[in-house]
T-cell receptor, first 113, second 114 residues
């Protein structure tokens, strides 16, 4: 079945450090890929998305490229801030599966001053 | 403003009682979803609905029930049969079955069994 695997956390970084969160997927169809962010006690917010191979999604300094050959969608940010501390979820959606979303387990990121 | 509203934000339930979590959206979305979130386990799908008066079980439907009588509303009932209901519950919606559209989430309801 469809699945998403992302690196375990917590990931602890100093402010202005480079962030990478790895995400790989398995899907039988042609998925769209998403990154969501969750702050404590809140729901998930869409961070960025990519709908076809080689697309790059970007938002708020975060980027991720849809790599079909490696079935990956790694999230990157060049210089993190304390306010980026949150849990990040990678997700996919395959058109021919009733539109269900499959989420990874989430990666907690902690940025220290 | 369009969005998804979950209520209440915090809910306490005694063992053996049923409780209903509310989810309302004004985004005109066809699809709605309920997820359960436990620490360190990500999101698990409870139920989902693509159209009014129809819904499907997700991965962990046992002990839960839903209804979809209106497009805007998708309430979740946590029954006494759910053995470990304490969790954070998230409702989401999206535009139909189109794979390229994202899910929009509510702010969640934290349910605690006392």
């Amino acid at each position: 079945g469809d699945s998403v695997t992302q690196m375990e956390g917590p990931v602890t970084l100093s402010e202005e450090a480079f962030l990478t969160i790895n995400c790989t997927y398995t899907a039988t169809g042609y998925p769209s890929l998403f990154w969501y962010v969750q702050y404590p006690g809140e729901g998930l917010q869409l961070l960025l998305k990519a709908t076809k191979a080689d697309d790059k999604g970007s938002n708020k300094g975060f980027e991720a490229t849809y790599r079909k050959e490696t079935t990956s969608f790694h999230l990157e940010k060049g210089s993190v801030q304390v306010s980026d501390s949150a849990v990040y979820f990678c997700a996919l959606r395959v058109t021919d599966s009733w539109g269900k979303f499959q989420f990874g387990a989430g990666t907690q990121v902690v940025v220290t001053p | 403003d369009g969005g998804i509203t979950q209520s209440p934000k915090y809910l306490f339930r005694k063992e053996g009682q049923n409780v209903t979590l509310s989810c309302e959206q004004n985004l005109n979305h066809d699809a709605m979803y309920w997820y359960r979130q436990d620490p360190g386990q990500g999101l698990r799908l409870i139920y989902y609905s693509q159209i009014v008066n129809d819904f499907q079980k997700g991965d962990i439907a046992e002990g839960y029930s839903v209804s979809r009588e209106k497009k805007e509303s998708f309430p979740l009932t946590v029954t006494s049969a759910q053995k470990n209901p304490t969790a954070f519950y998230l409702c989401a919606s999206s535009r139909g079955g189109q794979g390229d559209t994202e899910a929009f989430f509510g702010q969640g309801t934290r349910l605690t069994v006392v």
